[in-house]
């Protein structure tokens, strides 16, 4: 069973930067694509990023040049470095994983932009 525990949330002021980590140390197989969504209050869950175990990443539009996803798949790892962040970031981010066919989240984390 796959339990993926984020942290790294918090308060941050316009044009800072936050690390957000998720992991799962306890399942013995590679999750085949991890990553990170997010939900605003009263929207829609989003994409953020994802990455695969080869490396291959994907990122929406609105966080492009400016948030970096990377993991570490032998601790099945994931984190998510927020630079030059907006108050339209501010969401509850939740770490993704997929082991095909199934799809697993996170608690989810608070990310704050405000100042």
């Known amino acids: 069973q796959v339990q993926l525990v984020e942290s790294g949330g918090g308060l941050v002021q316009p044009g800072g930067s936050l690390r957000l980590s998720c992991a799962d140390s306890r399942y013995r197989f590679s999750i085949n694509v991890m990553g990170w969504y997010r939900q605003a209050p009263g929207k829609q869950r989003e994409l953020v990023a994802t990455?695969?175990?080869?490396?291959?990443?994907n990122y929406a539009d609105s966080v492009n040049g400016r948030f970096t996803i990377s993991r570490d798949n032998a601790k099945n790892t994931v984190f998510l470095q927020m630079n030059s962040l907006k108050p339209e970031d501010t969401a509850v981010y939740y770490c993704y994983g997929y082991i095909k066919p199934s799809t697993y989240w996170g608690q989810g984390t608070q990310v704050t932009v405000s100042s």
């Open positions: 990455v695969t175990t080869g490396g291959s990443t």
